[in-house]
Each structure stands twice: as structure tokens, then as C-alpha cells.
């Protein structure tokens, strides 16, 4: 993970490598439904073979220890694609 | 739909609205479906309430014929949406 400025907001963002696109778009829905499940959305994005996830604190226009806990979460569930 | 030109790239580019997330994710899911029918691959990004969708054809590094196509189709996705 990397924190990456954007439009002076602070974003944290991972980009992971998947074999095909069904793949890349399964992960997305997973980290979908984690995302809805703690009512906290990132920006996903879904492309053949690779996912980029993006956390970020809307409220505070940056990064909150939630979105660090968040990430932690989505490398859980890329753990269970490799 | 707009002509983006990124990284001397041209897309074909559409940013959609929704009214949460879910939605969002859900018409995510029909342009992929749309995407692995059809054998050719858009970025989307999908985030609270929005979904960016961008066609281009990777061979060519451009714009052909069908991106314009897939654009129409995923209109046609949008419009069951709305």
C-alpha cells in the first residue's frame, strides 16, 4: 500500500494482479461486500487481470485509522485469491 | 460519453450515477458480464454512488469501431438502471 495524494487528499491505494478479469472482478465484489458490510466505501478499480483499491476518509477529506484497518482487511481477502 | 486522452492513450469515457453502493456494484457486475461475453475489457470504477466506465482497445492503443459499440451497450445496461 501506498499513500498517494490526489487532488490534495490523501488516499491509501494498492494495485493486485489477478490471472483474468472474472478474477479481478470476484475480488472486487468481495471487497464490495466488505465495504458495505462496515458501511465504509473505497474506490475500486477493475480492469483484465488487476484491482486497484482505494481508502479514504470522506469526513475528514483523508486518511483515518479505519481506512488503514480497512486495507489490512482487503489484503485478507486477496490472501484467499493466491 | 467523452474522448479522454490519458497517457497518449484515447478512451472512451462515461462516469454514471447510482444511489448507493450496491447499485453501484451491481451495474459494475452487468458491464463485466457484458465484458466477458463479448471478450473485450473496459476499466470500471466503482465507488459510492458512481461508476466510471472506460472502453479502448489495447491492440491498437485507441479507439476502434467496437469500443463505440460496447459504450452503446453499456448505455443500454445503464437505462435498465434508471
Redesign the interface.
Known amino acids: 500500500w501506498i499513500i498517494m495524494k490526489r487532488e490534495d487528499l490523501q488516499r491509501l491505494e494498492r494495485v493486485y494482479s489477478f490471472k483474468d478479469?472474472?478474477t479481478a472482478?470476484d475480488f472486487?465484489?468481495k471487497v464490495?461486500a466488505l465495504?458495505?458490510k462496515e458501511g465504509h466505501?473505497?474506490?475500486?478499480?477493475?480492469?483484465?487481470g488487476k484491482v486497484g483499491v482505494a481508502w479514504w476518509t470522506h469526513a475528514i477529506s483523508g486518511l483515518h485509522r479505519n481506512d488503514f484497518i480497512m486495507a489490512a482487511r482487503t489484503e485478507e481477502i486477496y490472501k484467499t485469491f493466491v
Open positions: 478479469f472474472v472482478l472486487t465484489n464490495g465495504a458495505e466505501h473505497p474506490a475500486i478499480l477493475t480492469e483484465w
